[in-house]
C-alpha cells in the first residue's frame, strides 16, 4: 500500500484547507483510513478516522465540528475538509491505512500499519 497526502499549505486563522490522501492497491474498499497529526515537539496524535465504506467516521474531540472525513473508494481517494482553522491545529497530517472491514474504533498510532509522507498545514494567528 502507498499513500500520497496532499493539500497543505499556509493559511490564516477561521479560514480552510480540504487535504488530500491517493491511495495505491486494488483492495482499497476494505481500507479503514485515518488522518493523524504532529506538531513540533509532540506526538503523532489521532484525527479522523472513517470505515472501509464511509459509513463509520469518528473525530477527535478538538477538531470535531470543523473538519470532515470521506473517502472515494471509485478514486482511491480520502479527504480531510478543515474548517475554521486554529493556530493549533498547525502540525505535519499524515493519511494512514489498515486492511479490514471492521468497524471497531482505531486511533492509535500503532494500529495503522501503513503511512503517507505527510503534509505540513500553518495556521497563521
Known amino acids: 500500500v502507498q499513500l500520497q497526502a496532499s493539500g497543505g499549505g499556509l493559511v490564516q486563522a477561521g479560514g480552510s484547507l480540504r487535504l488530500s490522501c491517493a491511495a495505491s492497491?486494488?483492495?482499497?474498499?476494505?481500507?479503514?483510513m485515518g488522518w493523524f497529526r504532529q506538531a513540533p515537539g509532540k506526538e503523532r496524535e489521532f484525527v479522523a478516522a472513517?470505515?472501509?465504506?464511509?459509513?463509520?467516521?469518528f473525530y477527535a474531540n478538538p477538531v470535531k465540528g470543523r473538519f470532515t472525513i470521506s473517502r472515494d473508494n471509485a478514486k482511491n481517494t480520502m479527504s480531510l475538509q478543515m474548517n475554521s482553522l486554529k493556530p493549533e491545529d498547525t502540525a505535519v497530517y499524515y493519511c494512514a491505512v489498515r486492511e479490514t472491514h471492521s468497524g471497531s474504533l482505531y486511533l492509535q498510532v500503532s494500529e495503522y500499519p501503513y503511512w503517507g509522507q505527510g503534509t505540513l498545514v500553518t495556521v497563521s494567528s
Open positions: 472513517i470505515s472501509w465504506n464511509g459509513g463509520f467516521k
Open positions: 492497491g486494488r483492495t482499497f474498499s476494505s481500507y479503514y
